[in-house]
C-alpha cells in the first residue's frame, strides 16, 4: 500500500508539473478539476443506494461553515484544505480500494491532491494578507470531528458494501457544499486574489 501511495504521489507531482506562480489565482480549469471529482464520486458507485436503506446514517456535516458568511478566507480555505486532505485520507486506505474501482479511485485520488496543492499557495497567501488572529483550527476541527464519525460508522458497519455506499454519497454532498463555498470565495475575492 506504501508503494502504491507513494507511486500515485509522484504520478501526480509529475504529471502536474511546476506550480504557476499565480499568488492565489487558482488555475483556470480548478472548477473543471472539482466537477470531475464528484463525476468520479458518482462513477465508484457499485450498488444501488436504495438497497442499502437500512445502513443510512447522518453524519451530520457542518453545513454552517460552508453557508455562512462568518469565515474569513484563510479560515475558508483552512476549511476547504481540510475537507479535501480527509476526503483523501478516507479514500486511501486498504478498506477503500477493497470496496471501490482502483482505476477511478487512483484518478479520485489524483485530482484530490492537485487541488489540495492549489489551494496551499492561497492559504499561505491569505494568512499574509488577513495577519489574521482568528483561529484557523476551528473550521479545520469541525472537518476532522465530522470525518471521525464517518470512519466510526464505517468501523462499526465493518466496512460493508452498504456502509461504503453511503459514505460515498455523503461524501459526493459535503464535497458539493465545499466547492460551493469556493466559488462563493472566488467571486466575492476576485479568483481568491485578493482580500
Not at 27 to 46: F, G, T, Y
Not at 96 to 119: I, M, V
Not at 155 to 179: M, P
Request: charged fraction near 25%.
Amino acid at each position: 500500500m506504501a508503494l502504491l501511495l507513494s507511486l500515485l504521489t509522484a504520478l501526480v507531482v509529475f504529471s502536474c508539473g511546476p506550480a504557476p506562480s499565480l499568488g492565489c489565482d487558482l488555475p483556470q480549469n480548478h472548477s473543471l478539476a472539482s466537477e470531475k471529482i464528484v463525476d468520479l464520486l458518482d462513477q465508484i458507485q457499485r450498488l444501488p443506494t436504495f438497497f442499502c436503506l437500512d445502513d443510512r446514517k447522518d453524519f451530520r456535516f457542518p453545513q454552517e461553515m460552508v453557508d455562512g458568511s462568518q469565515l474569513q478566507k484563510a479560515q475558508a480555505i483552512a476549511f476547504l484544505h481540510e475537507m479535501l486532505q480527509q476526503i483523501f485520507d478516507l479514500f486511501c486506505t486498504m478498506d477503500s480500494f477493497a470496496a471501490w474501482n482502483t482505476t477511478r479511485l487512483h484518478q479520485l485520488l489524483s485530482g484530490l491532491l492537485k487541488q489540495q496543492k492549489d489551494l496551499e499557495t492561497c492559504f499561505v497567501q491569505a494568512m499574509e494578507e488577513e495577519k489574521s488572529v482568528l483561529p484557523i483550527e476551528g473550521p479545520a476541527l469541525a472537518v476532522k470531528e465530522y470525518f471521525e464519525g464517518i470512519r466510526s460508522y464505517l468501523k462499526e458497519k465493518e466496512y460493508s458494501d452498504c456502509a461504503w455506499e453511503f459514505v460515498r454519497v455523503e461524501i459526493r454532498g459535503s464535497f458539493s457544499s465545499s466547492t460551493a463555498l469556493q466559488e462563493r470565495l472566488r467571486r466575492k475575492h476576485g479568483d481568491m486574489s485578493s482580500s
